[in-house]
Nanobody, 125 residues
């Protein structure tokens, strides 16, 4: 079992920045690929970014490439999402998720085993 707790969400003006954190507890953090997803009101949950268990593979949704950066610190059992140049369309609840590393199916939310409770990000225009 892995418990995930996100933090760092909030209200920011367009063009601003936020850094989300996701702290993991339970089983060995380095056994898991980690992903960030988001869900806006009335929309399906969508992939944002993912990072492999050792950080050597990173993936981004086209909508956030060049603006968001995912990273992880296995010593601190934490994954981060640095979000720069935020836009109103980035407004959503952001979730981190853990996928056992053998799956290597980073974009598929169905392949993630554990989810956090989410943190709200609101970008005003």
């Amino acid at each position: 079992q892995v418990q995930l707790v996100e933090s760092g969400g909030g209200l920011v003006q367009a063009g601003g920045s936020l850094r989300l954190s996701c702290a993991a507890s339970g089983r060995t953090f380095s056994s898991y690929n980690m992903g960030w997803f988001r869900q806006a009101p009335g929309k399906e949950r969508e992939f944002v970014a993912a990072i492999s268990w050792n950080g050597d593979r990173i993936y981004y949704a086209d909508s956030v490439k060049g603006r968001f950066t995912i990273s992880r610190d296995n010593a601190k059992n934490t994954v981060y999402l640095q979000m720069n140049n935020l836009k109103p369309e980035d407004t959503a609840v952001y979730y981190c998720a853990a996928q056992f590393r053998v799956y290597n199916d980073y974009l598929n939310l169905q392949k993630y085993d554990y989810w956090g409770q989410g943190t709200q990000v609101t970008v005003s225009s």
